[in-house]
């Protein structure tokens, strides 16, 4: 009895943390989803500073980004043999600390546009709803050997998942800033 009680548990305790994934990827969505189409069509390509990306390029970027993660998710696995968010400190400390500024790998740079913001915004709702799926049905333990994530390791699927997170609140931020400042010069506050 206790063998099921303790099944029961680790079931209850995956399935809890599964939906709140799963909140978690929708409100990162919703928020992203909304800064970007707060902007005027016209704000998308505009750079607010030299040195920053338009709005367009940043959601470029996270295209770019979360474009190869489905597949990735669901490419070559192997067994974990670690604690399954052991990197997961390693991707909040990185993506979530807003003071620090990276360069992007190469292959996710993007182009200097012109970017179509309504493209953009049902490009980005359909990457979405794949990454969601995924999270919803597969088992969120296993390895996958496809990719190495970059100067970390192989992550975990639930690892990946944070980072999809953890990336898109960090850009859900710059478009913010993005706005707030293209607003200001073109006078739509």
Known sequence: MSTNQSS????????????????????????????????QPEQVNVVPFEG???????????????????ETL??????TDRPIAQYVP??????????????????IIPSAGPHDQQQLLEAFKTERAAIREIAANEDLAVTCTDFEFPQIANLTRWEWLQFV???????????????EKVSRQTGNL
């Open 52 to 70: 920053s990306w338009s709005a367009g390029q940043v959601a470029e970027h996270i295209l770019m980004s979360e474009s190869g993660v489905p």
């Open 90 to 107: 390693v991707i909040e400390s990185i993506f979530l600390d807003f003071t620090a500024k990276y360069q992007a790998p190469e292959f």
């Open 165 to 179: 997170l953890c990336h898109s609140k960090r850009h859900t931020r710059q478009l913010r800033n993005i706005s």
């Open 74 to 79: 669901l490419g070559t696995i192997e067994e």
């Open 8 to 39: 029961a548990e680790i079931k209850t305790t995956e399935t809890v943390d599964r939906k709140q994934l799963l909140h978690d990827l929708d409100q990162t969505e919703r928020d992203f989803y909304t800064a970007l189409a707060s902007l």
